[in-house]
């Protein structure tokens, strides 16, 4: 979890479109969104997240071969500590753990 989320930044996720979309709801929690294609725009309070994404080429170790997904992050009208409380939440629910 990070301490700062600027107003746009992108990430490199590990997972398939499926699975993102999945976990996107319990992501977001109560706060209203409508998906349009790759993306979605979420409310919250007076300003606006967007999200979109793209699947990216696998990375492939040895012989395993990991799915990537490019997911860039857009928010709108929401203060740093607006943006760090959605964000604190959103991360953790997709926080994966291994072990």
Do not use: K
């Not at 996720?13 to 998906?35: F, K, N, Y």
């Not at 979605?40 to 309070?45: K, N, P, S, Y």
């Amino acid at each position: 979890m990070q301490s700062y989320y600027p107003e746009t930044f992108e990430r490199d996720m590990g997972c398939t479109v499926q699975e993102w979309l999945g976990w996107l709801p319990a992501a977001i929690g109560d706060h209203p969104w409508s998906r349009t294609g790759d993306g979605v725009q979420v409310r919250i309070g007076t300003g606006t997240l967007v999200l979109t994404w793209r699947p990216l080429p696998f990375r492939t170790i040895a012989l395993i071969r990991l799915p990537r997904l490019w997911v860039g992050f857009r928010f709108e009208g929401l203060t740093p500590d607006e943006r760090h409380r959605f964000m604190r939440r959103f991360d953790l629910y997709l926080q994966r753990g291994g072990g």
